[in-house]
Nanobody, 128 residues
Framework: QVQLVESGGGSVQAGGSLRLSCTIS?????????VAWFRQDPGQERQAVAT????????VYADSVKGRFTLSQDNAFNTVWMDMNNLKPEDSAMYYC????????????????????WGQGTRVAVSS
């Protein structure tokens, strides 16, 4: 059983920064694991903002956050952080951490369907 717990959301003014954490309680340390951060506004589709592939350490960002958001992880792969800088009001959303365990090809998907495990979400609010 994989459990994901997010933390670190909050309210900031535009231009500010936040760090989100995703703690992964699992023995799944295979190289086929992908961890991703998604966000969702009310009434909108849940969209990926960044993905991390444990096998090749490749990180991919959505164009909307590229250059502002940065993923990192500890060596034990227990925690994945997302540093969010220069936040904009349009970054306001519920942010979710998700994991997919058997991803072949070395590239993490941006679609939400392959991600079977989800955290409860943490809210980010950015005021102008």
């Amino acid at each position: 059983q994989v459990q994901l717990v997010e933390s670190g959301g909050g309210s900031v003014q535009a231009g500010g920064s936040l760090r989100l954490s995703c703690t992964i309680s699992s023995g799944y340390t295979y190289d086929t694991v992908c961890v991703a951060w998604f966000r969702q506004d009310p009434g909108q589709e849940r969209q990926a903002v960044a993905t991390f592939h444990r096998g090749n350490r490749r990180t991919v960002y959505a164009d909307s956050v590229k250059g502002r958001f940065t993923l990192s992880q500890d060596n034990a792969f227990n925690t994945v952080w997302m540093d969010m800088n220069n936040l904009k009001p349009e970054d306001s959303a519920m942010y979710y951490c998700a994991a997919a365990l058997q991803v072949s090809g070395g590239q993490c998907p941006f679609a939400k369907t392959p991600y079977k495990y989800w955290g409860q979400g943490t809210r980010v609010a950015v005021s102008s």
